[in-house]
C-alpha cells in the first residue's frame, strides 16, 4: 500500500481509537495493532502521537465540514437561511449523531485542549472554521450560526452517551430543541 494511503488508514484508525479512549488514553501501538502495522511504521508516518491526535482531529472536522456542505447542495441559490439550518439539522442528526466516532473525537479533542497549549491552538482555529462553514453554507445570522453550533455540541454529548440519534432514544434526550 502506498504510504499516502497507510497514512490515511492510519489517520481514520486513530480518530476511532481516539474517540474511544481519548488522548491520554491511546497509544501509538494500539492504533497500529488496529491495522496490523508496527508501530515505528506508525512514527514515521507521523512524528508525534500529538500529531497523530491532531490529524485524527482534522479528518473528523472535514467530515463534518464535507457533511454540512453537502447537507444544502441540493438546496436551490434561492433558499432561505432557515431552510438551509434546517437542512442541517436533519443532516445532524441523521449523519453525525449517528457516527459515534466522529462525536467521540471531537470531545476528547476540546477535553486534550484544556491540557495541551499547541492542541488548544488548532482545535481553537479548526473549530472556528467549522463555525465559518456554517455561516457560509447557511447564511444564518450570527445568532442563528451560535444556536445552531451550542445545540450541536449538546447533540455531541447526548450522541456519545448513546441517548440520542437515529439508533437510540431516551425520554430525557428526545426534546432536542429543534
Do not use: N
Not at 9 to 28: H, L
Not at 37 to 47: E, N
Not at 61 to 88: F, I, K, N, P
Not at 118 to 143: H, I
Amino acid at each position: 500500500m502506498p504510504a499516502a494511503d497507510r497514512y490515511q488508514q492510519i489517520v481514520v484508525a486513530a480518530m476511532r481509537e481516539f474517540a474511544r479512549t481519548g488522548y491520554s488514553g491511546t497509544t501509538t501501538a494500539h492504533i497500529a495493532s488496529t491495522i496490523g502495522v508496527s508501530q515505528p511504521y506508525v512514527m514515521r508516518l507521523v512524528r508525534t502521537k500529538r500529531d497523530l491526535f491532531l490529524a485524527a482531529f482534522d479528518h473528523a472536522c472535514q467530515t463534518m465540514e464535507d457533511l454540512l456542505r453537502d447537507a444544502v447542495g441540493d438546496l436551490g441559490a434561492a433558499a432561505s437561511a432557515e431552510a438551509r439550518l434546517d437542512a442541517l439539522r436533519a443532516a445532524g442528526y441523521h449523519g453525525v449523531l449517528a457516527d459515534r466516532d466522529l462525536m467521540g473525537m471531537m470531545l476528547h479533542a476540546f477535553a486534550a485542549a484544556g491540557a495541551d497549549e499547541q492542541v488548544r491552538d488548532v482545535v481553537r482555529v479548526r473549530y472556528e472554521r467549522l463555525f465559518a462553514t456554517v455561516a457560509e453554507v447557511t447564511g444564518g445570522s450570527p445568532a442563528q450560526v451560535r444556536d445552531l453550533m451550542a445545540v450541536g455540541l449538546l447533540w455531541q454529548v447526548i450522541a456519545v452517551l448513546g441517548a440520542a440519534g437515529p439508533s437510540a432514544e431516551r425520554e430525557w434526550a428526545t426534546p432536542i430543541p429543534w
